[in-house]
């Protein structure tokens, strides 16, 4: 079964950086294309960021563009996000997904387009 685990979030003051992890298990990272999403109170759950791991493509909400980065490392299944210069409307929980689908561009900010989806951790950001 495939599994994801985020991992890295927590509580930091604006203005500062936090890593997420996604660790993907029981399933080979290649031709997957992986996202970030959150979900803060009483809002909808937004695309954040994704990467094809077949070719690196990436792309990002305009929210953190500028701000966020989203790398893989196919080698130990695992996709980051860097996350700098945090804002408080970035408090959310962020689950990443995955879908064993690549060269679907933008399309992989919308959360209807991933069929597996972690757990999710919380980040939260002080003013």
């Known amino acids: 079964e495939v599994q994801l685990v985020e991992s890295g979030g927590g509580l930091v003051q604006a203005g500062r950086s936090l890593r997420l992890s996604c660790a993907a298990s029981?399933?080979?990272?290649?031709?997957?294309?992986i996202g970030w999403f959150r979900q803060a109170p009483g809002k909808e759950r937004e695309g954040v960021s994704c990467?094809?791991?077949?070719?690196?493509?990436?792309y990002y909400a305009d929210s953190v563009k500028g701000r966020f980065t989203i790398s893989s490392d196919n080698a130990k299944n695992t996709v980051y996000l860097q996350m700098n210069s945090l804002k408080p409307e970035d408090t959310a929980v962020y689950y990443c997904?995955?879908?064993?689908?690549?060269?679907?561009?933008?399309?992989?900010?919308?959360?209807?387009?991933?069929?597996?989806w972690g757990q999710g951790t919380q980040v939260t950001v002080s003013s």
């Open positions: 997904a995955a879908v064993h689908l690549h060269g679907i561009g933008s399309r992989c900010l919308k959360d209807d387009e991933h069929d597996y």
């Open positions: 029981e399933f080979t990272f290649d031709d997957y294309t």
């Open positions: 990467i094809s791991t077949s070719d690196g493509s990436t």
